[in-house]
């Protein structure tokens, strides 16, 4: 086990734990890291893309990504009194699909231009289209609160990770998918649930049975405590798949043994949305 990674994972989650939980959601700063994360993590989806020599508009990506997170944000804090939040967004969302396959009568070259409009979109879906997930849950309280909902997936989700580690470390003998991720291990997936379901428990004993302004009972808690490690498992491998096709190990370099942005948000961008929708049919 690698203790330097071990201290910097603590060292990143105390200091975010403290900021998610102090800070309300509503604040500009939430808002300035919201967008960080988001553009250094699309910058990563777009430099393995060029490593595999896949062409997209880098820029564009980036650009209409930021909007799109910086659009759920806004709509969050200020509801507009004629259109609901979910009406604006779509639409933004059909002009930036829009906005991206007019680039294509730019080129001169019909085949390049159509890898380029797919190659751009894939970026801006990956990574900002789902992330904006996580950017809802982190404001579902309100613009007062902290961001409890969103703390909640971060905890439970990144608990598993660690509990897959951990686990996998020790006592992992049967690989998962070596063809992507040779040290993943069923072993390993069975620890994180098992670690995942602790803190769901936790959670909902000592908040009441209550998850940021949704109410849960001690079954749903368990459920997402199963479901949740499990999807961020798949959702991990999604993006080891892209790093092996291009034979690298991180996305990026920002901090020891974490790799980078890409990296720390892999296993959040599937399950933010689908905790998302979880809340929406279940949870009230």
């Known amino acids: 086990m690698d203790k330097k990674r071990i201290i910097t994972g603590l060292t990143i989650a105390v200091v975010l734990s403290i900021a998610m939980l102090l800070v309300p959601a509503g604040n500009i700063a939430v808002l ?19 490593r595999a020599e896949l062409l997209a508009s880098e820029k564009m990506g980036i650009t ?10 806004l709509t969050a804090k200020y509801p507009c009194p004629i259109f609901s939040g979910d009406d604006m967004l779509w639409s933004l969302l059909l002009i930036i699909l829009m906005v991206i396959f007019l680039r294509l009568f730019g080129y001169t070259d019909a085949r390049q231009a159509l890898r380029n409009a797919l190659g ?3 970026g801006f879906l990956y990574v900002a289209f789902f992330w904006s997930f996580f950017v809802r849950l982190y404001m579902a309280g309100g613009n007062d609160a902290p961001g409890l909902t969103a ?3 971060l905890l439970v989700v990144k608990w598993g990770d660690g509990g897959a580690y951990f686990i996998g470390s020790r006592f992992g003998k049967h690989k998962m998918c070596p063809r992507i991720s040779p040290k993943k291990s069923w072993e390993g997936l069975f620890g994180g649930i098992l670690f995942s379901c602790v803190v769901g428990v936790l959670w909902w004993h000592f908040a009441n049975g209550m998850l940021g302004p949704y109410k849960f009972s001690l079954v749903h808690a368990l459920i997402l405590g199963v479901l949740l490690p499990i999807i961020g498992t798949v959702s991990d491998l999604v993006e080891s798949l892209f790093k092996r096709a291009v034979d690298i190990k991180d996305s990026g370099a920002i901090a020891h043994g974490l790799g980078g942005m890409l990296d720390m948000i892999d296993s959040l961008l599937f399950t933010a949305p689908f905790m998302y929708i979880y809340i929406k049919f279940f949870l009230r």
């Open 151 to 153: 703390f909640y997936l």
């Open 120 to 122: 751009t979109l894939f």
């Open 32 to 50: 300035l890291g919201l967008l960080a994360i988001c553009g250094l993590a699309t910058r990563e989806v777009y430099a393995l893309m060029q």
């Open 64 to 73: 209409c990504g930021l909007l799109f997170v910086a659009m759920t944000w």
